[in-house]
């Protein structure tokens, strides 16, 4: 479903990932790992269209997305919850949502976006109790639910997660993954990079670990967990 091919990828102060390779399939929960600044956030922000690789090639469902604008990516059904969540703090709940169904509420198809957000509030019903709350008011989790609800809205193929886990506490952690876990047994391609590797890999079915900019080893997940290298560099056994 996914494809990167020698990923090159810099912000004009050294090289960030210089040679990344990999395959996402169709379906399934699948994790990119490695140590804080291996280039995992680079590497989603480059397949979403917010930067573009300085060499290689993206490609979603067999067309080359590697010069395309965000936008048009995610018209073409790959959506991205970027790190630190990026709710928008002074609309409500329901105009986050509302902003992520773009492409539903510009050519009028009010069916898909009831449909969706009908989808959307039975996966958080926390969001449905917010409807009218200012995002920014939301505690972390909510914003975590909400970031998540706003990339649903656009009836993604694939779902991109930046850092999910990134400053919840462990119980909201365990429920984000867990709908994650939901959302990939529905039938979506969940593709979730994280410096939590053992909640992340606990629930993947493939892992890729990033290092120094390039993926250094591909496995499936429990795998990984077994592996030596991978239990003392990022499990901490």
């Given at each position: 479903?996914?494809?990167?091919?020698?990923?090159?990828?810099?912000?004009?102060?050294?090289?960030?990932?210089?040679?990344?390779?990999?395959?996402?399939?169709?379906?399934?929960?699948?994790?990119?790992?490695?140590?804080?600044?291996?280039?995992?956030?680079?590497?989603?922000?480059?397949?979403?269209?917010?930067?573009?690789?300085?060499?290689?090639?993206?490609?979603?469902?067999?067309?080359?997305?590697?010069?395309?604008?965000?936008?048009?990516?995610?018209?073409?059904?790959?959506?991205?919850?970027?790190?630190?969540?990026?709710?928008?703090?002074?609309?409500?709940?329901?105009?986050?949502?509302?902003?992520?169904?773009?492409?539903?509420?510009?050519?009028k198809n009010r069916g898909g976006f009831?449909?969706?957000?009908?989808?959307?509030?039975?996966?958080?019903?926390?969001?449905?109790?917010?409807?009218?709350?200012?995002?920014?008011?939301?505690?972390?989790?909510?914003?975590?639910?909400?970031?998540?609800?706003?990339?649903?809205?656009?009836?993604?193929?694939?779902?991109?997660?930046?850092?999910?886990?990134?400053?919840?506490?462990?119980?909201?952690?365990?429920?984000i993954f867990d709908t994650l876990r939901?959302?990939?047994?529905?039938?979506?391609?969940?593709?979730?990079?994280?410096?939590?590797?053992?909640?992340?890999?606990?629930?993947?079915?493939?892992?890729?670990?990033?290092?120094?900019?390039?993926?250094?080893?591909?496995d499936g997940a429990q795998a990984l967990?077994?592996?030596?290298?991978?239990?003392?560099?990022?499990?901490?056994?």
């Open positions: 479903m996914l494809e990167v091919q020698s990923l090159r990828a810099d912000y004009g102060q050294g090289e960030v990932l210089s040679d990344v390779s990999f395959t996402v399939p169709r379906g399934g929960f699948h994790a990119l790992i490695g140590a804080n600044g291996a280039g995992k956030s680079t590497t989603m922000r480059a397949i979403s269209g917010l930067l573009r690789p300085v060499r290689g090639r993206i490609v979603f469902d067999g067309r080359d997305i590697s010069t395309l604008s965000a936008d048009r990516i995610v018209k073409l059904g790959l959506a991205l919850v970027p790190e630190g969540r990026k709710v928008f703090a002074p609309l409500t709940v329901r105009e986050n949502l509302e902003m992520g169904a773009f492409q539903l509420l510009f050519p009831s449909d969706n957000l009908a989808f959307v509030l039975d996966l958080f019903p926390r969001l449905e109790e917010r409807l009218q709350q200012a995002a920014g008011t939301l505690s972390g989790g909510e914003q975590q639910m909400l970031a998540i609800g706003r990339a649903l809205m656009g009836s993604p193929r694939m779902l991109l997660l930046d850092e999910p886990s990134m400053g919840l506490a462990p119980l909201v952690v365990t429920q939901r959302l990939r047994e529905l039938g979506l391609t969940i593709f979730v990079c994280e410096q939590n590797t053992s909640v992340t890999l606990r629930r993947a079915d493939h892992g890729y670990v990033l290092e120094g900019g390039r993926i250094a080893l591909s967990i077994a592996n030596d290298r991978v239990r003392e560099a990022y499990l901490g056994v």
